[in-house]
């Protein structure tokens, strides 16, 4: 059976620099109100060399705001 050595230490998310690689989801939050039902999007980054996490909440799910969110975690890193 293939094992990893006890000597070594397993490196799974490690990266040398920050913004190298980002993890982004988008969650589907529901919000209920009393005369109709609002949908809100939220966005995560998450950079794996400083486990730093920025998030935002969108009214849309679309190409134009996943631009705007990679925009916004580029500079606010």
Do not use: G, H
Request: charged share 30%; with cysteine.
């Amino acid at each position: 059976m293939n094992r990893l050595p006890y000597n070594q230490r397993f490196k799974r998310y490690e990266k040398p620099l920050p913004r190298y690689y980002l993890q982004v989801d988008v969650k589907f939050l529901e919000r209920e109100v009393s005369s109709s039902q609002e949908r809100y999007y939220q966005y995560t980054a998450i950079d794996y060399c400083t486990i730093i996490r920025i998030m935002k909440i969108y009214d849309r799910l679309n190409q134009k705001n996943s631009i705007d969110f990679i925009d916004y975690a580029m500079v606010e890193w």
